[in-house]
């Protein structure tokens, strides 16, 4: 199924494809070359002083259930309900210091979100679907998979093929045929002064 972006002028096919569906097709799996690509993308995201400090930790359930699984199992019940099908998981971590000089980076957590999106934009382009998700036991999976506590836990992204439409029901149904939307460009961007709006 897909959902492009109303834009007011044409912007990137891909960009506009991006959307963060809910429904994943159980029988279809990510292969190991879809996630070096995934991961490939998310590389070479942009960074202050190319410090990288973006760390992703995968689970892919057709190579480790059990891991899978246990990632899984740090989900928010909401979130569990619809990732179930989906065969690939993720946890996008920011380093608090830059690797350079050990000195605190600011900037981690900016440059991590570009890394992440990177890989979500690259999902849509192999017609995979990436959902985000902040709903996470960040403690939890810490002590799980021993992540040194340096590592600022920002999200855990979920991947795979998207499910045809009239294999979903109820709420979730209603939930991937609602709607797009976002607030007005002058609501955000501002043009020459603050709340100016550009458009």
């Not at 998979?145 to 340096?150: A, D, L, N």
């Not at 294999?167 to 955000?188: F, I, K, N, W, Y």
Request: with cysteine.
């Amino acid at each position: 199924m897909k959902k492009p972006a109303i834009t007011q002028v044409a912007i990137d096919q891909t960009i506009a494809e991006r959307w963060s569906g809910r429904a994943y097709d159980a029988s279809k799996q990510i292969t190991h070359e879809q996630t070096l690509a995934l991961l490939e993308a998310a590389r070479w995201a942009p960074s202050c002083m190319g410090d990288q400090p973006w760390r992703i930790v995968v689970w892919n359930k057709g190579v480790d259930a059990k891991a899978w699984q246990q990632a899984f199992d740090c989900l928010s019940e909401g979130n569990q309900t619809w990732v179930l099908n989906a065969p690939w998981l993720c946890l996008v971590c920011a380093d608090t210091l830059f690797v350079k000089n050990a000195q605190p980076n600011r900037w981690a957590q900016y440059d991590t979100g570009a890394a992440a999106q990177n890989l979500c934009l690259q999902a849509t382009s192999m017609g995979l679907m990436a959902h985000q998700m902040g709903g996470f036991d960040a403690e939890k999976i810490r002590e799980i998979f021993s992540i040194p506590t340096q590592f600022t836990l920002m999200a855990m992204i979920s991947v795979g093929h998207p499910a045809d439409i009239e294999t979903v029901t109820s709420d979730l149904l209603v939930r991937e045929t609602a709607p797009r939307s976002r607030r007005d460009l002058g609501t955000m961007f501002f043009e020459g002064a603050w709340e100016k709006p550009i458009a």
